[in-house]
């Protein structure tokens, strides 16, 4: 896996970098969506929620994010058969809590996936500094995999996983992979935050900054859609 701190880093310096990702056009969905965008760095709020198209990893194709809703969206792509992370197009809710001063943080999620190519749908969080990053997998398909070392398996926020731990130079990442495929269901993501402070001492009570979901795109030759129908992130 790629430096997914990169995608934080290079989304704030893209109007002084290029990475050469050839963003071509695609239709929205029949339905007309409120909006779309094929720019590499395409971006709204709408609801809440702020979508990313974020096409930030080198090789990368065409993609196209299209929304009509924060919570409802999708993303066509067209990235080579080749290896890397190309794009992470993300939805993302912004949190601001500390653990222990947060009551509830949870997800609902319902995405419609494709059977081919190479990707994983996941969360991505981050805390306020960007020291520590939070990816949980709830489906994978083709070759690709999680940064670091298995810690083995655990039952947490309502779904198994196993855990890898491991750093990108940049900071530390501890990947949650469920041990099977989901395309709908509820997690519990305060206990896994509790889990990693409390449990493990990874990390201390560090301040919780972007919840984000999305796809991790390593390849989807040819053009592949991803859906996602229902995303909603709840905090107390």
Known sequence: MASTLRKMTMAVLAPAM???A???LASAPASAAVWNSCDQWGSTSLNGYTLYNNIWGSGAGSQCVWANSGTNWGVWADHPNTGGIKSYPDSKKVINKSITSLGSLSSNYNV??????AYNTSYDIWDTDYDYEIMLWVNKTGAVGPLGSSQGNVTLGGHTWTVYKGTNG???????????NSSS???NILPIL?????TKGWF?????GDVQFGYEITSSSGGLNFTTNNLTVSSS
């Open 204 to 208: 201390g009570n560090e301040t919780i």
């Open 112 to 117: 419609t996936v494709p059977s081919s190519g």
């Open 194 to 198: 509790k889990w990693i402070k409390d």
């Open 18 to 20: 290029a990475l050469g």
């Open 170 to 180: 940049a900071n530390e990442v501890f990947s949650f992979v469920r041990t099977s």
């Open 185 to 187: 269901g509820t997690v």
């Open 22 to 24: 050839t963003v071509g």
